[in-house]
């Protein structure tokens, strides 16, 4: 017995060796692969979703949750065998999202943005609102302005969407709404809008004021008899709003005298954007993008882009600028697109994007991404490296998708790696990962096609205008009362 005492202490010992290495291999994500009889190093998966309790199948079969981690408010899948893996992310109530993965040693596979659209999302109607045309949003995230055409009248309703209640703030009989696509501008505040619209063949623009529903023609305060086009309000000034004559840019305070002349600033202006206390302008002498204040216009332009475009100044251009590295060039008849990104590095990009075609264009909130999109397409193009997996180099464009019918209302969702579009009487969204395939998933459908797509995502809304003139919504995404279903 005591010749056996030693080999039963060297094999507890053996013993624990072995577990005590194999947890630590464990720990450290190695497997024993069976039917190479050797240990892999294993990687994993890990997934964000909204909504974010969810179920999760790898290679069909279903991940308990007391199997998921979480880590960097995601959810963590690992030791998963290095090679493809199928992932399905489901919810009850929801279309399903699935994709291939290719997971590799060592490595954490990210998805981060899994949106699960309702099966059935449930369209909500605003009671009392009819014969709407087109909805403008305030900076106020509670009020819409909403157009609609009366019979031989046109009005502007204030809509608080937080109590449901609107209020007539703008009437007038024999106009319309513009058909160039122009919009209702809220001023910064929100007391006051820039109505635009046609009457007898002309286009025509009114400052109103909410409050006492005080409508003063844009026309008289400038003092001009010329059409005028593209007021828009001084995002810092109150009550300054700037507007072009030809292409000479004037600046304006609604609250002056009969007698105060409105101010001229520049001449040859073929476009311009407002973008905090600066005004960025196309000159039409050399085809060049420039910088001045808007407090101070006197003072000497700054020079923004360093090349000239192919210009024609016989054209309407438009340009949307995220900051002074950053702007979009359109022309508006033909849809050529030019875009400027200056770098970083230092290193300047002034290129076309879009020979042709362009119907409009959007930064992303942070500005490394740039929506695009023709009758048909919708790309994006990558305004800095994007770090985030799916990695995405600065500099380069990628076609996100394009159908045979006409596509409108084209807009980035609030993560920025989705877009929402509608397809006749659909509005889809589409992922720009493309890992595998784009998960594309229809949110809702309308008897009639829809004529606006309007998010506003801080109310959990997307509001909808169909070519009947109905106003509706859907929330989306969908609230959630809870993290990862723990």
């Given at each position: ?40 190093y ?12 969810v ?101 502007v ?44 063949g ?33 995002s ?94 359109r ?28 119907r409009?264009?959007q ?12 009758d ?37 969702t ?73």
């Amino acid at each position: 017995m005591t010749h056996i005492r030693p080999f039963v202490f060297f094999a507890f010992v053996g013993l624990f060796f072995i577990t005590a290495f194999s947890v630590v291999f464990y720990a450290f994500g190695y497997r024993f692969n069976l039917e190479r009889g050797i240990f892999i190093y294993t990687g994993s998966i890990s997934i964000k979703s909204a909504p974010e309790t969810v179920d999760i199948r790898i290679d069909g079969k279903p991940i308990s949750q007391k199997n998921l981690g979480i880590l960097n408010n995601s959810i963590l899948i690992s030791g998963l065998a290095p090679g493809e893996h199928f992932i399905e992310v489901s919810a009850p109530g929801y279309l399903p999202w699935s994709k291939k993965a290719l997971v590799a040693s060592g490595l954490s596979t990210e998805f981060w943005n899994v949106l699960l659209a309702e099966e059935r999302a449930t369209l909500q109607d605003i009671p009392g609102v009819d014969s709407v045309k087109k909805t403008f949003p305030a900076p106020d995230q509670n009020l819409l302005a909403i157009a609609r055409q009366g019979d031989d009248e046109f009005i502007v309703d204030i809509l608080d969407t937080a109590t449901g209640k609107s209020e007539r703030v703008f009437s007038l009989p024999g106009a319309s709404l513009p058909l160039n696509g122009e919009n209702i501008e809220w001023s910064p505040d929100n007391r006051k809008l820039i109505v635009p619209f046609e009457q007898a063949g002309v286009r025509l623009y009114s400052i109103v004021t909410i409050t006492d529903k005080l409508v003063v023609p844009l026309e008289r305060l400038a003092h001009h008899e010329r059409e005028l086009h593209n007021p828009r309000w001084d995002s810092t000034t109150r009550d300054i709003v700037f507007y072009l004559d030809g292409t000479t840019l004037y600046r304006a305070d609604t609250e002056a005298s009969d007698d105060d002349r409105p101010l001229a600033i520049r001449e040859n202006v073929l476009a311009y954007d407002i973008s905090g206390n600066d005004i960025y302008y196309l000159s039409g002498d050399d085809g060049i993008v420039y910088r001045m204040s808007g407090n101070n216009p006197g003072a000497d332009p700054t020079q923004i882009t360093t090349t000239s475009i192919d210009l024609d100044s016989q054209v309407p251009h438009s340009i949307v600028v995220y900051d002074d590295a950053r702007l979009a060039i359109r022309e508006r008849e033909t849809g050529k697109l030019w875009i400027y990104n200056k770098l970083p590095s230092g290193e300047t990009i002034l290129r076309p994007l879009a020979a042709d075609g362009a119907r409009g264009v959007q930064f992303s909130n942070d500005g490394k991404k740039l929506l695009f999109f023709t009758d048909n397409e919708i790309s994006v193009y990558f305004v800095r490296d994007w770090e985030a997996q799916p990695m995405r180099e600065k500099n380069t464009a990628i076609q996100v998708a394009r159908f045979s019918s006409a596509i409108k209302n084209v807009q980035w969702t609030e993560d920025y790696e989705h877009i929402l579009f509608t397809l006749n009487g659909s509005a889809k969204i589409i992922e720009l990962d493309s890992r595998d395939r784009r998960n594309m998933a229809e949110i809702a459908t309308f008897p009639a096609p829809v004529s606006q797509a309007l998010s506003r995502f801080g109310e959990n809304r997307i509001y909808f205008v169909s070519e009947s003139g109905s106003l509706d919504y859907i929330l989306f995404p969908a609230s959630q009362t809870n993290i990862f279903g723990f």
